[in-house]
T-cell receptor
Framework: GQQLNQSPQSMFIQEGEDVSMNCTSS?????WLWYKQDPGEGPVLLIA?????ELTSNGRLTAQFGITRKDSFLNISASIPSDVGIYFC??????????????FGKGTHLIIQP | EAGVAQSPRYKIIEKRQSVASWCNPI?????LYWYQQILGQGPKLLIQ????????DSQLPKDRFSAERLKGVDSTLKIQPAKLEDSAVYLC?????????????FGPGTRLTVL
């Protein structure tokens, strides 16, 4: 089955620093998504990317859909304490019959030291 | 608008017992998904419904897992009998429809511990 390789697994940074994480796949996806999950909660959608090469921003977050459709990155600028959490990349490829469940990476655990 | 509702939030059972998790999707969302999230992993799709029909259940362990969405709104995921390796968070998600740029919104999950 499809697998997503997400890195780094964890990041320890100082408040105010920029953060970068990425995801690669052996398969092509039609859509790349980035979610954030806080403890005890479900994932919350941050950014959705629909076209190869697309670069999209959402406040301090910027994400890109790789040209090969097999990778994506997420950048967070000027990190703040509430950015702490686990970030997941997810890919979607619409199969026959409308199946479009997401394939997730293993997550990047972001820890911010004040 | 109200989000995806799930209950119970937490459940502890012994192996070989049965358990059920209930999900109420966002109003008007035709597509519903169940995911399993094992500690330290990303969510993994178990089953996808479109209204009351199954679209994809290829990753559902059908010998012990079952799910239904009889009236095309809320859904129940059942495990019987449970095994130790079923300890995980079971997440329900919904989206407006299959076509177009309709993204999935997740509920808080049912955190299951099998002893």
């Amino acid at each position: 089955g499809q697998q997503l390789n997400q890195s780094p697994q964890s990041m320890f940074i100082q408040e105010g620093e920029d953060v970068s994480m990425n995801c690669t796949s052996s398969s092509i996806f039609n859509t790349w998504l980035w979610y954030k999950q806080d403890p005890g909660e479900g994932p919350v959608l941050l950014i959705a990317l629909y076209k190869a090469g697309e670069l999209t921003s959402n406040g301090r977050l910027t994400a890109q859909f790789g040209i090969t459709r097999k990778d994506s990155f997420l950048n967070i600028s000027a990190s703040i304490p509430s950015d702490v959490g686990i970030y997941f990349c997810a890919g979607r490829s619409r199969a026959g019959g409308g199946a479009d469940g997401l394939t997730f990476g293993k997550g990047t655990h972001l820890i911010i030291q004040p | 608008e109200a989000g995806v509702a799930q209950s119970p939030r937490y459940k502890i059972i012994e192996k070989r017992q049965s358990v059920a998790s209930w999900c109420n999707p966002i109003s008007g969302h035709a597509t519903l998904y169940w995911y399993q999230q094992i500690l330290g992993q990303g969510p993994k799709l178990l089953i996808q419904f479109q209204n009351n029909g199954v679209v994809d259940d290829s990753q559902l362990p059908k010998d012990r897992f079952s799910a239904e969405r009889l009236k095309g709104v809320d859904s129940t995921l059942k495990i019987q009998p449970a095994k130790l390796e079923d300890s995980a968070v079971y997440l329900c998600a919904s989206s407006l429809e299959l076509a177009g740029y309709n993204e999935q919104f997740f509920g808080p999950g049912t955190r299951l511990t099998v002893l």
